[in-house]
C-alpha cells in the first residue's frame, strides 16, 4: 500500500494501475508468486552475533556482503536460466 502524502502526486497517478492490481476488492494482497513458484529464496542479514562468553560480537559490512551474495546468486540462477524476478 503506497501512501500519497509522501509522494509526488504524478508519481502516485502513475502507479496506480499497478498498485491496484495487487490488491483484491476486500483489500487482500494478490501474491501468487509465493504460493505458484516452484521455489522461494528468502535473504536475511545477521547484523551481530553471539560469542560462547555470551557477549555480543559484531559482523562488519553486513549490507555489502548480503548484497554481493545475492548478486552472485541472482547471476549464477540466471546463467542456468532458472530465474526470474518479482516484486
Request: overall charge negative; aromatic content about 6%; glycine content about 6%.
Amino acid at each position: 500500500m503506497h501512501t500519497p502524502h509522501r509522494h509526488a502526486q504524478t508519481w502516485v497517478a502513475d502507479v496506480d494501475h499497478l498498485v491496484n492490481k495487487l490488491h483484491t476488492e476486500d483489500g487482500v494482497p494478490v501474491k501468487p508468486y509465493l504460493s505458484d513458484a516452484p521455489a522461494l529464496i528468502v535473504v536475511f542479514k545477521e547484523i551481530h552475533g553471539i560469542d560462547d562468553s555470551g557477549e555480543r560480537v559484531e559482523h562488519y559490512y553486513v549490507q555489502e556482503s548480503v548484497g554481493i551474495a545475492c548478486g552472485v546468486l541472482i547471476c549464477a540462477l540466471h546463467n542456468v536460466r532458472k530465474f526470474h524476478t518479482s516484486s
